[in-house]
């Protein structure tokens, strides 16, 4: 089957300091690869995407490369800030019918980026 | 518009009540879905509305049921729930049917509680 696997965390870093959370997955076929984020008591928001192999997804300073020879999707950022304190999930999406249209999720990093 | 709107923002309802989550889009998605989200955890797929069809129930109790009266509109009406069914629950939706990979954009949920 289908699965996200992340670093679980916490992480708790300084301001400005730089940040790797690992992601790897399994997936029968290719699939589409995102982060989300969930500040504290919101919904998810789509952080980044990629939707094939040697993609690289960015926004707001954080990064992944779609990497499909390690079946991986690290976010990075170069310089957190307070304000990027969240849960982060990888998730994958596979095309095709049945099973495969949803998202699945990684069980998610909590991030704690302190002053 | 590119928000998934959801009303109310947070739900206390007794085991006999009966409640309705409410879900909006106006960003023309035709896939729509419901995910019920536990503290510290990913969210979980519930339901998945394709063109206003439910296409998918992942073996979800029937005191849940959802309603999709049209493109715009998702319902989850609540019945006889119990305490373990405390959850964040989100609305999401994607712009093509859920076999095509379109991103999907989330609501800020519904933060229930059962008592």
């Known amino acids: 089957g289908n699965s996200v696997t992340q670093m679980e965390g916490p992480v708790t870093l300084s301001e400005e300091a730089f940040l790797t959370i690992n992601c790897t997955y399994t997936a029968t076929g290719y699939p589409s690869l995102f982060w989300y984020v969930q500040y504290p008591g919101e919904g998810l928001q789509l952080l980044l995407k990629a939707t094939k192999a040697d993609d690289k997804g960015s926004n707001k300073g954080f990064e992944a490369t779609y990497r499909k020879e390690t079946t991986s999707f690290h976010l990075e950022k170069g310089s957190v800030q307070v304000s990027d304190s969240a849960v982060y999930f990888c998730?994958?999406?596979?095309?095709?019918?049945?099973?495969?249209?949803?998202?699945?999720f990684g069980k998610g990093t909590l991030l704690t980026v302190n002053p | 518009d590119t928000e998934v709107t959801q009303t109310p923002k947070h739900l206390v309802m007794g085991m006999t009540n009966k409640k309705s989550l409410k879900c909006e889009q106006h960003?023309?998605?035709?896939?729509m879905y419901w995910y019920k989200q536990k503290a510290k955890k990913p969210p979980e797929l519930m339901f998945v509305?394709?063109?206003?069809?439910?296409?998918i129930n992942e073996s979800v109790p029937s005191r849940f049921s959802p309603e999709c009266p049209n493109s715009s509109l998702l319902n989850l009406h609540l019945h006889a729930l119990q305490p373990e069914d405390s959850a964040l629950y989100l609305c999401a939706s994607s712009q093509y049917g859920e076999t095509i990979l379109g991103e999907y954009t989330f609501g800020s949920g519904t933060r229930l509680t059962v008592v």
């Open positions: 998730a994958l999406r596979l095309g095709g019918g049945g099973s495969n249209y949803k998202l699945t």
């Open positions: 509305y394709s063109y206003e069809k439910l296409s």
């Open positions: 960003m023309g998605h035709r896939a």
